[in-house]
T-cell receptor
Framework: SQTIHQWPATLVQPVGSPLSLECTVE??????LYWYRQAAGRGLQLLFY??????ISSEVPQNLSASRPQDRQFILSSKKLLLSDSGFYLC???????????FGDGTRLSIL | EDQVTQSPEALRLQEGESSSLNCSYT??????LFWYRQDPGKGPEFLFT???AGEEKEKERLKATLTKKESFLHITAPKPEDSATYLC?????????FGTGTSLTVIP
């Protein structure tokens, strides 16, 4: 069966510091991968998605970037964090664009 | 504008008191509607996919239905462990749109 791992679970970072969140999927090949941010009472906002290695689509202009160095690895990065980057970040995978997405347990990011 | 709206925002039920959660959508070209359960501090857990009007899916005390404009998640005789936030999402083929969820609390 497929599993998705996301880490760290919580992270506290100072403003202006860099960020790297990692997500890996096991038990499947060539999944679609997604990064979301979830703000309280505002639903999930799609940040990036990828249909293959090195292929990244950005949904929202922002202070973040994503990379997919391996088939089942998805990384969310920032060079300099802003206060507004605080939130709950979720990684997800699916077998195709019409298939349900399956989520990791998220990273709670707090910027001080 | 494509939009997904869930109601109510919050719902408190006594154990055993059945009810329904609503997900209404205005999108051009529905390719699928998904229901998720989300526990505090966790990622959403996939429950159901519905693809066409009239379709129904069931799992334990949950039953999801779909019409051309909305979906209902019916909860029959809920238990305290059903307490969670329930999210719906609509897929148009190009985009996934998530609602803001219904927070369900089941009181013993």
């Amino acid at each position: 069966s497929q599993t998705i791992h996301q880490w760290p679970a919580t992270l506290v970072q100072p403003v202006g510091s860099p960020l790297s969140l990692e997500c890996t999927v096991e038990g499947t090949s060539n999944p679609n991968l997604y990064w979301y941010r979830q703000a309280a009472g505002r639903g999930l906002q799609l940040l990036f998605y990828s249909v293959g290695i090195g292929q990244i689509s950005s949904e929202v202009p922002q202070n973040l970037s994503a990379s997919r160095p391996q088939d089942r690895q998805f990384i969310l990065s920032s060079k300099k964090l802003l206060l507004s980057d605080s939130g709950f970040y979720l990684c997800a995978w699916s077998l195709g664009s019409l298939q349900p997405q399956h989520f990791g347990d998220g990273t709670r990011l707090s910027i001080l | 504008e494509d939009q997904v709206t869930q109601s109510p925002e919050a719902l408190r039920l006594q154990e055993g008191e059945s009810s329904s959660l609503n997900c209404s959508y205005t999108v051009s070209g529905l390719r699928g509607l998904f229901w998720y359960r989300q526990d505090p501090g966790k990622g959403p857990e996939f429950l159901f996919t519905l693809y066409s009007a009239g379709e129904e899916k069931e799992k334990e005390r949950l039953k999801a239905t779909l019409t051309k404009k909305e979906s209902f998640l019916h909860i029959t005789a809920p238990k305290p462990e059903d307490s969670a936030t329930y999210l719906c999402a609509v897929n148009t083929g190009n985009q996934f749109y998530f609602g803001t969820g219904t927070s369900l609390t089941v009181i013993p």
